[in-house]
């Protein structure tokens, strides 16, 4: 009889802590993607948009793949590789924003706004961004969600054109996934 109940203890202690424990086998890993907007327009305003398959473009991302429970972006970086213009040249308002990689590209959310930004100072010079609650949200759920594609989009206008220049945004994240599921 005690080794009865010892038994269903046991059992019913299990059940408590096994689904706990499943936690115990996380791994977290931060990684970087970058992606390059190339710009060179005869307008002061532009938009450029990007499929990014982020499980080619980050290798811990193909790795674990449909095992992973979480994406967190830490950082957006943005800065200019090269840049082709005059020296006050400026972006009066700028946006970076994500959407699903099918289809237009349309009802995009905004990761982050700027505001008069100096294109010179920019040049190899990366600026932390602020992003907007919203669009991170999307981003890490789209990068979270295989397969891993979304559309990342560089709209702008220029106090002058032509505007000309390389513009690199990098995200800093961190991903959880468990190796077991």
Known sequence: MKKQLLLISFACLAMVCLPACEDLFDVEETFTFEHEFSVNSDQTSFESADVIDLSASADIIGEYGSKIKEVRVEQLEIWLKSFNGSDTQHLENALIA????????????????????????????????????????????????????????????????????????????????????
């Open 98 to 181: 994500v959407s699903e990689a099918g289809g237009s590209g349309s009802g995009y959310s905004i990761i982050a706004e700027m505001e008069n930004l100096h294109l010179q100072s920019l040049l190899d010079s990366p600026v932390v961004l602020q992003t907007e609650r919203s669009g991170q949200e999307a981003l890490e759920e789209l990068a979270k969600s295989p397969p891993h594609r979304f559309r990342l989009h560089l709209n702008a206008s220029a106090d002058e054109g032509p505007v000309d220049f390389t513009a690199v945004v990098k995200v800093t994240a961190t991903m959880v996934a468990n190796p077991l599921n």
